[in-house]
C-alpha cells in the first residue's frame, strides 16, 4: 500500500488507475523545489508493449477526466512513454528501459511512495 501522505492523495486517482490496469513497480516522487519541468513523478513498469499502451490510456483518461491536458512524447517507444500533464509527469517504462533510464536513482535524493498492488 502507499504510504498516505498530501501528494500521493493528491494523485491517488492516477495510482489506483495505474494499480487497476496492473502496472509495476508504481513509484510517485516528489521532485517539487529539485526539478523546473514538474513538482511530481509517478513511474511504472508494464510487461509489454501493449501493457504499455494501455497503462498510457488508462493515465491520460484519468487525468482528463480530472480535467488536466495532457502531452504525450514517445508514444510509439518500446521503452519509455512520458505523459505530461503540468505539475505531474507519468512515466510508462518498460523493463529494460526502467533499467536503462533509472530515474530513482537520478532523483534519488526526492522523497519516494511506492504502490504495491493488493487484490
Known amino acids: 500500500?502507499?504510504?498516505t501522505t498530501e501528494l500521493t492523495q493528491k494523485?491517488?486517482?492516477v495510482l489506483d488507475a495505474l494499480a487497476d490496469k496492473r502496472g509495476l513497480d508504481i513509484v510517485l516522487l516528489d521532485v517539487a523545489g529539485k526539478s523546473s519541468i514538474a513538482d511530481t513523478f509517478i513511474l511504472v513498469t508494464a510487461n509489454s508493449d501493449i501493457h504499455m499502451g494501455t497503462l498510457r490510456d488508462v493515465t491520460e483518461?484519468?487525468?482528463n477526466r480530472k480535467g488536466l491536458p495532457t502531452a504525450v512524447e514517445g508514444r510509439s517507444s518500446t521503452q519509455w512513454c512520458l505523459i505530461d500533464a503540468g505539475?505531474?509527469?507519468v512515466h510508462v517504462f518498460s523493463h529494460k528501459g526502467r533499467d536503462f533510464y533509472n530515474l530513482e536513482k537520478?532523483?534519488?535524493d526526492c522523497p519516494s511512495y511506492s504502490y504495491e498492488?493488493?487484490?
Open 1 to 3: 500500500m502507499i504510504e
Open 11 to 13: 494523485y491517488r486517482f
Open 61 to 63: 483518461e484519468a487525468l
Open 87 to 89: 505539475n505531474l509527469i
Open 106 to 108: 537520478v532523483w534519488g
Open 117 to 119: 498492488y493488493l487484490d
